[in-house]
């Protein structure tokens, strides 16, 4: 009962054009000012998130800056000095003075040997800060999305959270690692070498002005088009990796039904769509980088043209005119370096989108300012007239009013979409009621703090998850450091202890990922265990039975009962042989308790559940 995924920020939604009406003039403004204004926002966030994560370096930035001044101004001085050589230490050295030639090439030596440890110095130094960023963001991402709500969950598919974390931050360990470094050197490069060019020769600096326009005009045309081709080619890898998860996690279905041409068809479609955007990519960044280089060169051949007619009449030594050119040259070659980086900065900005997008989610289930101490909960629920929706979705219970004593255990019965799944969300807080309250012991429950709320209510899907490690730790989850012997009492209270020693290593097996060393059967049971051991005052079973098979099942009935005695239990189950063990029966539809009795009592009556338990008599007959 989720809610349809929304598009990403950075992935407006578009209209086929078919289906698209020619909008006024004025809603065609109004929809290009909300864009803009959409647009500038998620830029905004995304400066915002990166600026949090680099105030608290700024020390060692602002000694990274230090490193590469002095490493720029090392790298600068090598043309000038080289003209003082060719103009005053050559002609020194014609007439026997040895000196100046000493002089001028120590210092040569001098700034080149600074100028390259200073350079070293800082690529280490930018190299720790970005590694500090990327520890940083890596685990807030994997916080932040920890403390989303379920409902997130539901709708935001695991193949995008994969490629927040993997793909996205990869992008953006490629421009942290590499393209900043370069990126601040070449900027201080050029701005070193401009100031000494027109100090050495302003004559010179003016052909340097003249040929920044061209160059400024094609950054700004490769600015724009590249900014839209590198968020495109993030949304296409995005979507590959999607299809990818999506297969491989449910291969069996994929198999089972024969589906493997169709599968490869629609990721072979979206692995054309990433080679397509980034061939736009990379002919777009064919045609920028050639025409830089051309600009550099045509300005080296104008400024050694008309250098070398001033030389000519006299108006320009031949040092100054070599320096001139050494800087003309050197100038243009950062400007190349700035478009690589440009590359990795578009598809970093993308990436950066996507992840400030994930981290700007905000929980729906929120933790409450001034919680309730609920220390030893004793197990008593009501639901006060709540009314619930998932997001602006139709009414799933309406004004449902009901008491669960402390103690009871429930079975809800019903056909599907009749809620029972909905109210056992709402019991155990993944969402909360969109009117009225669900208490706990007299208390609301949004009025408990998370770790009372879940030591006191446990919940056990039909999806029993094993993570990898071994039998004790995934027994031991909701009850971490619990003694060997309450773990192994857990296993026997269920009927898993038998199963588990027959493994390899007891309850040292390795259970794998996904628990592939066990059962479905066996994984339930050992989910059983996990919450026998935790000990809540309610337990919710959600069709926790139905990996069950029936010899399995019969086994797990006496495990059952000793997990439901002494708390509150509500059992969401098909099968009426573990509604059987229930003290009440509630038989749901369309949100509605309809009928409300125990279990003999409804199948004594002719209503839905009598007629449920009688086809189900029917079958084991």
Same mark, same amino acid.
């Given at each position: 009962m989720?809610? &349809?995924?929304?598009?990403?920020?950075?992935?407006?939604?578009?209209?086929?054009?078919?289906?698209?009406?020619?909008?006024?003039?004025?809603?065609?403004?109004?929809?290009?000012?909300?864009?803009?204004?959409?647009?500038?926002?998620?830029?905004?966030?995304?400066?915002?998130?990166?600026?949090?994560?680099l105030r608290p370096r700024r020390g060692a930035l602002a000694l990274a800056g230090l490193l590469? #001044? #002095?490493?720029? !101004?090392?790298?600068?001085?090598g043309p000038w000095l080289v003209s003082l050589a060719i103009d005053s230490a050559v002609p020194d050295l014609m007439d026997g003075d040895v000196d100046t030639l000493v002089l001028v090439g120590s210092a040569y030596l001098v700034a080149a040997v600074v100028g390259g440890l200073c350079a070293g110095a800082y690529v280490r130094q930018a190299a720790r800060i970005a590694q500090g960023v990327l520890l940083d963001l890596r685990r807030r991402v994997f916080r932040h999305t920890q403390l989303l709500s379920l409902e997130f969950h539901e709708s935001y598919t695991s193949g995008r959270i994969i490629s927040r974390q993997t793909s996205d931050l990869e992008a953006l360990r490629e421009?942290?690692?590499?393209?900043?470094?370069?990126?601040?050197?070449?900027?201080?490069?050029?701005?070193?070498?401009? %100031?000494? $060019?027109? %100090?050495?020769?302003?004559?010179?600096?003016?052909?340097?002005?003249?040929? %920044?326009?061209?160059?400024?005009?094609?950054?700004?045309?490769?600015?724009?088009?590249?900014?839209?081709?590198?968020?495109?080619?993030?949304?296409?890898?995005?979507?590959?990796?999607?299809?990818?998860?999506?297969?491989?996690?449910?291969?069996?279905?994929?198999?089972?039904?024969? *589906?493997?041409?169709?599968t490869?068809?629609?990721?072979? +479609? !979206?692995?054309?769509?990433?080679?397509?955007?980034?061939?736009?990519?990379?002919?777009?960044?064919?045609?920028?980088? &050639?025409?830089?280089?051309?600009?550099?060169?045509?300005?080296v051949a104008v400024a050694l043209a008309l250098g070398g007619w001033r030389v000519y009449s006299g108006g320009l030594d031949v040092g100054v005119l070599v320096a001139a050119l050494l800087y003309v040259k050197r100038f243009f070659q950062p400007i190349q370096?700035?478009?690589?980086?440009?590359?990795?900065?578009?598809?970093?900005?993308?990436?950066?989108?996507?992840?400030?997008? $994930?981290?700007?989610?905000? &929980?729906?289930?929120?933790?409450?300012?001034?919680?309730?101490?609920?220390?030893?909960?004793?197990?008593?629920? +009501? !639901?006060?007239? @709540?009314?619930? *929706?998932?997001?602006?979705? &139709? @009414?799933?219970?309406?004004?449902?009013?009901?008491t669960l004593p402390a103690g009871q255990t429930v079975a809800l019965v019903g056909t599907t979409g009749a809620g029972k799944s909905t109210l056992a969300k709402l019991v155990t807080r993944f969402y909360d009621a969109s009117e009225g309250r669900v208490q706990l012991d007299g208390v609301d429950v949004r009025d408990l703090s998370t770790t009372d709320l879940r030591r006191a209510v446990v919940m056990v899907t039909q999806e029993a998850y094993l993570f990898s490690g071994s039998v004790r730790e995934n027994i031991a989850l909701g009850r971490p450091g619990a003694p060997q012997a309450d773990i192994?009492?857990?296993?026997?209270?269920?009927?898993?202890?038998?199963? /588990?020693?027959?493994?390899?290593?007891?309850?040292?097996?390795d259970v794998n990922k996904r628990g592939g060393r066990v059962s479905a059967g066996q994984r339930q049971l050992l989910s059983f265990a996990r919450a026998f051991l935790a000990d809540p005052a309610v337990l919710v079973l959600d069709e926790a039975t139905s990996s069950l098979d029936i010899p399995g099942e019969r086994l797990v009935q006496h495990g059952l009962q000793t997990l439901l005695s002494?708390?509150?239990?509500?059992?969401?189950?098909? +099968?009426?042989?573990? #509604?059987? /063990?229930?003290?009440?029966?509630? #038989?749901?539809?369309?949100?509605?308790?309809?009928?409300?009795?125990?279990?003999?009592? !409804?199948?004594?009556?002719?209503?839905?559940y009598a007629a449920l338990n009688a086809a189900w008599q029917d079958s084991l007959v």
């Open positions: 989720s809610r &349809p995924s929304k598009p990403e920020p950075s992935q407006p939604a578009t209209s086929r054009p078919d289906d698209r009406r020619r909008p006024t003039d004025a809603s065609a403004d109004d929809t290009t000012q909300l864009d803009a204004e959409a647009s500038r926002e998620v830029r905004s966030r995304s400066l915002r998130l990166l600026g949090e994560l590469v #001044v #002095v490493s720029t !101004l090392g790298q600068v001085a421009l942290l690692d590499g393209g900043l470094t370069g990126v601040v050197s070449s900027l201080m490069l050029m701005l070193f070498t401009g %100031l000494s $060019l027109f %100090l050495l020769d302003w004559r010179s600096g003016l052909v340097l002005a003249v040929a %920044l326009v061209p160059a400024w005009l094609l950054t700004r045309w490769f600015q724009k088009r590249s900014q839209v081709f590198y968020r495109e080619q993030r949304t296409t890898s995005a979507r590959l990796i999607v299809k990818f998860v999506e297969t491989m996690t449910g291969m069996r279905a994929v198999q089972a039904f024969r *589906r493997e041409s169709t490869e068809a629609d990721y072979g +479609r !979206l692995s054309e769509q990433y080679r397509d955007a980034n061939l736009n990519t990379m002919g777009l960044n064919g045609r920028y980088q &050639p025409g830089l280089v051309l600009i550099g060169n045509v300005a370096q700035l478009g690589n980086f440009y590359n990795s900065f578009q598809s970093a900005t993308a990436a950066l989108e996507k992840v400030s997008g $994930l981290l700007a989610e905000e &929980p729906t289930v929120v933790e409450p300012r001034r919680p309730v101490a609920l220390p030893h909960a004793r197990g008593a629920l +009501r !639901l006060d007239h @709540v009314t619930f *929706r998932y997001g602006d979705g &139709p @009414v799933v219970l309406p004004d449902l009013d009901l192994e009492a857990a296993a026997r209270a269920v009927g898993a202890h038998e199963f /588990i020693m027959d493994m390899p290593d007891g309850y040292d097996t002494d708390r509150t239990a509500i059992i969401i189950a098909h +099968r009426l042989s573990t #509604v059987a /063990i229930a003290d009440r029966v509630l #038989v749901m539809e369309h949100g509605r308790v309809i009928e409300d009795g125990t279990p003999d009592e !409804l199948a004594a009556g002719d209503g839905h």
